[in-house]
């Protein structure tokens, strides 16, 4: 589990938030086998999910990111609960591409240019919310940032990182998300800008040994900064045998059969654990609900 912390500064106009992803990321190394493209891909946008998570304001509720580009590593999805806790998917978790001209992965070449962020905010109300932005750049941090000022008009600025080993362990992997609240004047916007532009790439930080709370520190360089909590986050699946079976319930009578009689029993493998369930005849013919 990984430290996720939330900041403001004593004036209370910038917000922050910070998290250490390694361990998140390395799960879903295990779970998914991607190559290291597709771990830088999938653990930003892992990062950045739990990190929006915390921001949302029910216990109950949750946030889905998913970004469908034209890039080869297809779509990916992140789902954060609102204590931070993730789970991710991609489509194809093995996507070998060139280094880009910087000798770095080439997240938004994987990820591909031309395409939608899709953000499905669960607030247990009748419909979700749903916001979308097109793609900036596939490189994921861009493009959080693109939703957030745009989507939900809150200026912020997003900085996310993963650094693969060579035997496609994750060495560090984290991120920190700053927002500017309505009343935040000039002189700050303007220091923060600054401070922005001097902060070490993330992973450059958090390999030096950084936490989360240096990162926010340091990017809020000459505020007065006061955490208001931190947490542990990592990456958790809440799939069950429950779940499963109100998914085939739902499936239909017509379907259920057709499994029975072709299949002889149905395997629900879950997309983002890996976990299997197995259902024999008549565990399925026991979800077949009479009308
Ligand atoms: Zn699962």
Redesign the pocket.
């Known amino acids: 589990m990984g430290k996720l912390i939330r900041a403001i500064t004593g004036d209370g106009t910038i917000v922050a938030y910070a998290l250490d992803a390694t361990d998140m990321v390395q799960r879903a190394v295990d779970i998914h086998q991607t190559s290291a493209v597709v771990t830088a891909a999938l653990g930003r946008l892992l990062t950045a999910a739990s990190m929006m998570g915390v921001m949302l304001k029910g216990k109950d509720d949750s946030i889905t990111l998913r970004v469908k580009a034209d890039g080869p590593a297809g779509t990916l999805l992140a789902v954060s609960d609102s204590e931070g806790n993730t789970?991710g998917y991609v489509e194809n978790p093995v996507v070998e591409i060139p280094l880009n001209t910087a000798g770095k992965l080439d997240v938004g070449a994987a990820v591909g240019h031309h395409g939608t962020l899709q953000v499905l905010k669960d607030l247990n109300l009748k419909e979700p919310y749903v916001g979308h932005t097109p793609i900036v750049s596939g490189e994921i941090a861009e493009d959080i940032t693109q939703y957030l000022a745009t989507s939900e008009q809150v200026p912020s600025v997003c900085a996310l990182g993963v650094l693969v080993n060579p035997d496609l362990s994750v060495r560090v992997a984290g991120g920190f998300i700053i927002q500017l609240l309505p009343f935040a004047d000039e002189a700050a916007i303007e220091k923060l800008e600054q401070n922005i532009k001097h902060v070490p790439a993330v992973t450059t930080a958090m390999d030096a040994g950084q936490t989360p709370e240096d990162l926010v520190r340091q990017a809020l360089d000459g505020f007065s900064v006061e955490i208001l909590d931190e947490r542990t986050a990592g990456y958790v699946?809440?799939?069950s045998r429950e779940r499963v079976e109100n998914a085939l319930r739902s499936m239909g009578e017509t379907e259920l059969r057709a499994m029975i009689a072709e299949q002889g029993g149905a395997e629900v493998v879950?997309?983002?654990?890996?976990?299997k369930y197995q259902f024999n005849v008549p565990e399925l013919k026991g979800l077949i609900t009479p009308k």
């Open positions: 789970k699946c809440d799939c879950c997309h983002f654990c890996g976990q």
